[in-house]
């Protein structure tokens, strides 16, 4: 081991944890000799997980990527090797604005000390020593708006509150992250879960709520360990009490259902009934959880709020769009070489995201779906529009909570519209008659076109009951469920029609409109796709039979020789 | 009747705790039972039909046993992009069971959940909530082989 070596810190999120961290841990624990290794959150680059990071003598800090648990491995980290180094890429570094992430990946989430030494609760202490006037005054100077999608303003959501004159009023940390392929809020918890803290005890004493829920996903156990910890360790020090109050901070686990991010559905929920929402109003700041005065705010926002205060409004409105202030995280997955979570400045280009910072090919990328299953795709044409809460919002796409999935020129969109409104359909509660009827009917005819039944009246019912599902519905998921069908069938009609009228999926992608077939030429007979074959569709001459086959692509994985293809359906092989 | 709920009498039997309750059962069991569900509706004073209502809302509830293994196959946006769906056929035909389904032998359980949030890593699944990530073929049945043989 090197003697230069201070201080071991590893990534040990859930992304890291996935990479295989943990064994790299312990290995790299065997090896020092059982030197204290300082367990961080992610700091970001998920694409490099297990990461290492050495802080030397010298006060350097070199960081590894992809370390793996073997001994040559470890052996060039402890020896501070070469290999294996890691930079930030200078042009995502140029683009990016580490303020909420400012500690992610830093700091221990589990030592208080740790998150004190490096200016926690600086926040809380200059918000306590003002009053609760200026304070929210202050919020809504700065400009900050909700950043679970809404994008209410943040300040004025807080005002409400805090006019009420009730004894007991409750404050809600939406931690139900739903939209698949979004994980801002949990790395944030899991890497941060203090400054997440810090936010909300600002707001209780802002605001005077008497009580905190944190209502967060029961799929990620390593944020709810990570908050509790340091729940106990903020009563430990009694921060809790605030303005002679004590503070009660319940984490309070979801149960599985989407349409438990809408505010009024969520208070259902942590009343232990089923998570419908309701009619508004009257707003959940008249009456919400158990009939007391309510505000919810997201994990996002809350975690923006220690930072705002200790540097002032007027420092955090410098950064961002005319509408749209500060920083966001965005989570970025899909067809990209650097997936990850990066903060940007609001008012960056998409093009400077998915491709500066993403990595993403812009070759090969044909759109960016933003909000997850209730936002839209952007077509790569589009690529220099803004990303803020208003400029989104005109292309039909919305910002939503920061889930960014990049989508290939290789996927098909109507196979995407399908996926998401059958993520929709199922989300429904049934409360409304649009969405729980309206998004099923939208869901069976993408699967007939997608299948190769479609015919061309298919596309007028789907824009026909987009807008009435979206009129119809009570709640969030509902209006915005459409949304995927609508933008894809605004910029990607051609691929509607051409499985409509053609019956073809030009990316391959669609299972019915394929045929997947050996090219005999440069097929070797290995055989390994004949006793590979789930429904023996490959003859013993090497030729699959179509009407068997599942498109299953296992022949297709397991091919030494990538002879084997999916072809358009009838067309036969052309090996040019 | 004969299991022991001792473990509900931590929680605070009012009706906001009912999910609560319901977690707690399937920590323990695995699974809600019907018996579960009476035991449960009794703790909180809730009527039976009511709490079968509240545990039929939410996704997490399981109510048939679940095998030693729980394979959750991921098909959150970034996964199904990269071809969850193709996980998931490849595990229905090596273990023979549909999505939803426990195997005779309940050594696996297999289902699809919506995003286990490591998106970076698509395609995932998770086993008794260990994340495996970037997986294609060869990688998944090399986990699939490795839980048999534990």
């Keep these: ?149 809404g994008g209410f303003p943040t300040g004025m959501k807080w005002g409400f509150l805090a006019a009420k004159k009730t004894e007991q009023k409750i404050l809600i940390c939406n931690a139900d992250e739903g939209d698949p392929g979004a994980f801002m809020d949990r790395s944030l918890m899991e890497s941060v879960p203090h400054q997440v803290l810090e936010g909300m005890l600002i707001a209780a004493y802002a605001t005077g709520s008497t009580r905190i829920f944190i209502y967060c996903r029961a799929e990620y156990p390593l944020a709810i360990k990570h908050l509790n910890i340091a729940i106990e360790q903020i009563k430990e020090h009694k921060l809790n009490i605030i303005d002679g109050r004590d503070i009660d901070i319940f984490v309070k686990e979801g149960a599985g259902a989407f349409v438990c991010g809408e505010e009024t559905a969520l208070i259902h929920s942590l009343e232990g009934q089923r998570g419908t929402p309701r009619f508004r109003p009257p707003f959940p700041t008249d009456s919400g959880w158990k009939g007391y005065p309510t505000m919810i705010n997201n994990v996002e926002t809350f975690g923006n709020i220690p930072y705002l205060i200790a540097e002032g409004a007027e420092s955090y409105a410098s950064v961002g769009s005319e509408g749209s202030k500060g920083t966001k995280l965005f989570a970025l997955a899909g067809d990209l070489d650097n997936p990850g979570l990066v903060e940007v400045p609001m008012g960056i280009s998409l093009r400077e995201i998915v491709f500066d910072i993403g990595g993403a090919n812009p070759e090969t990328t044909k759109a960016v779906q933003t909000g997850g299953p209730s936002g839209g795709c952007i077509p790569v044409e589009l690529f220099d529009s803004l990303v803020d809460y208003d400029s989104l919002k005109a292309l039909g796409a919305i910002m939503g909570s920061g889930g960014m999935i990049i989508i290939g020129k290789n996927r098909c969109m109507v196979e995407t519209a399908r996926y998401f409104l059958d993520f929709t359909h199922r989300e429904s509660c049934g409360k409304c008659t649009f969405c729980r009827v309206g998004t099923k009917r939208m869901f069976e005819t993408l699967e007939r076109i997608t299948a190769g039944d479609g015919v061309p009246e298919d596309l007028d019912f789907l824009a026909e009951m987009g807008p009435k599902v979206i009129k119809g519905s009570l709640c969030g998921l509902g209006q915005t469920a459409p949304n995927p069908v609508l933008a894809t069938l605004r910029y990607y009609r051609h691929e509607y029609e051409a499985h409509v009228n053609n019956k073809q999926c030009d990316v391959l992608s669609c299972d019915n409109l394929v045929d997947v077939n050996i090219d005999q030429d440069k097929c070797i007979k290995c055989k390994l796709c004949i006793k590979n074959c789930p429904v023996d569709a490959v003859s013993d001459d090497f030729v699959i039979d179509n009407n068997k086959c599942t498109r299953c692509n296992t022949c297709i994985e397991v091919c030494p020789k990538n002879t084997i293809f999916r072809v358009k359906k009838g067309e036969g092989f052309s090996s040019e | 009747m004969g299991q022991n709920y001792d473990y509900l009498k931590k929680i605070t039997p009012e009706a906001s705790n009912l999910i609560r309750g319901l977690q707690a059962v399937q920590a323990q069991e695995g699974y809600v039972s019907d018996e579960s569900i009476i035991a449960v509706a009794e703790y909180f004073n809730t009527p039976v039909v009511e709490t079968e209502g509240v545990l039929s809302f939410y996704a997490q509830f399981k109510r048939s046993k679940p095998g030693k293994y729980q394979i959750c196959v991921c098909d959150g946006t970034a996964c199904h992009i990269k071809g969850s769906s193709l996980i998931l056929d490849w595990i229905i035909t090596e273990l023979g069971i549909a999505d939803g389904e426990t195997d005779t032998a309940g050594l696996f359980s297999l289902e699809t959940v919506a995003c286990l949030g490591c998106c970076s890593l698509a395609p995932v699944l998770s086993v008794n909530g260990k994340v495996f990530g970037n997986l294609d073929r060869k990688a998944t049945m090399k986990i699939l082989k490795e839980f048999k043989q534990k």
């Design chain 1, 1 to 149: 081991m090197n003697d230069k070596i201070k201080k071991i810190k590893i990534g040990m999120a859930s992304c890291g944890i996935a990479a295989g961290a943990d064994d790299v841990m312990a290995l790299l624990k065997e090896k020092t000799g059982n030197m204290a290794i300082t367990e961080v959150g992610c700091f970001g680059h998920c694409y490099c997980e297990p990461v290492v990071e050495i802080e030397t003598t010298d006060g350097e800090s070199i960081i590894y990527s992809h370390v793996a648990a073997n001994e040559k491995s470890i052996a060039n980290v402890l020896a501070l090797g070469e290999e294996g180094r890691f930079e930030v890429n200078p042009k995502r570094k140029a683009k990016e604005l580490l303020k909420v992430t400012r500690l992610a990946g830093v700091i221990d989430p589990t030592s208080y000390e740790e998150y004190l030494d490096n200016g926690g609760y600086v926040g809380l202490k200059k918000a306590l020593a003002m009053s609760t006037e200026k304070l929210i005054d202050e919020v809504k100077k700065s400009g900050l708006r909700g950043r679970g999608g």
